[in-house]
């Protein structure tokens, strides 16, 4: 069976040495998160703006710009548990473009599902978790030492998953996926598995 973190853990942890572009920037491989000329968006009335209008070339108009920080809130998100922060987890927000469920980062944007901190993986959900799944450790030959009971194998891990959604369809992209295997903290270098931006590791720290 899987072990299960002690902790201790804080309330929130951000990405060290985070700022805007550092994951999801604007690299070839990322560029699908951008609005583009030939997307079906229309270009914003300067004379009306509207909260929905693009902002072309910085996200989403009236989103704020992601810090890096995930949050932990049972109140509003207990499913989550004790070993869960999201971005949209920040303390004072609420409902509305303008309060954090709406987040501009690197080239790409994404938003939590209604504003409901209820669904926060109905969509794009910046995230950061213990998952018991069981990570197999790659032996010499290249299979996995399961069968030896590698302590890898019987361990879980810490996720870091970077979402944004796409313009026009809203459809969710994985940005950057990494882990951290075992260890009763969060905190720590992940490897990159997956996602459009190649960043190899990303190290979160407690604040």
Same mark, same amino acid.
């Given at each position: 069976?899987? #072990?299960?973190?002690?902790? +201790?853990?804080? %309330?929130?942890?951000?990405?060290? &040495? *985070? ?5 999801? =920037? ?59 922060? #999201?971005?949209?987890?920040? +303390?004072?927000? %609420?409902?509305?473009?303008?309060? &954090? *469920? ?5 080239? =790409? ?73 075992? &260890? ?24």
């Amino acid at each position: 069976m899987p #072990s299960v973190p002690t902790g +201790p853990t804080v %309330g929130s942890y951000r990405i060290a &040495g *985070y700022q805007d572009g550092l994951v999801g =920037g604007a690299s070839p491989e990322c560029d699908l998160l951008r609005p583009h000329y030939d997307s079906g968006l229309k270009w914003p009335d300067p004379d009306n703006p509207r909260p929905e209008d693009p902002l072309w070339g910085a996200g989403v108009r009236g989103g704020i710009t992601w810090d890096g920080t995930f949050y932990r809130d049972l109140t509003r998100y207990p499913a989550g548990g004790q070993f869960f922060w #999201s971005a949209y987890l920040k +303390p004072g927000t %609420g409902p509305g473009i303008k309060n &954090g *469920y709406w987040l501009n980062f690197g080239s =790409g944007w994404c938003h939590l599902a209604n504003d409901d901190p209820s669904q926060v993986l109905s969509g794009a959900a910046p995230r950061l978790f213990y998952d018991v799944g069981c990570v197999p450790s790659r032996g010499a030959n290249g299979g996995t030492n399961a069968a030896s009971g590698d302590a890898a194998y019987s361990s879980g891990r810490w996720k870091l998953v970077i979402e944004a959604n796409m313009f026009v369809t809203y459809a969710v992209v994985n940005v950057w996926t990494g882990i951290k295997a075992g &260890g009763n903290d969060p905190a720590g270098v992940y490897t990159r598995l997956s996602g459009c931006d190649s960043t190899p590791s990303l190290f979160v720290e407690a604040c």
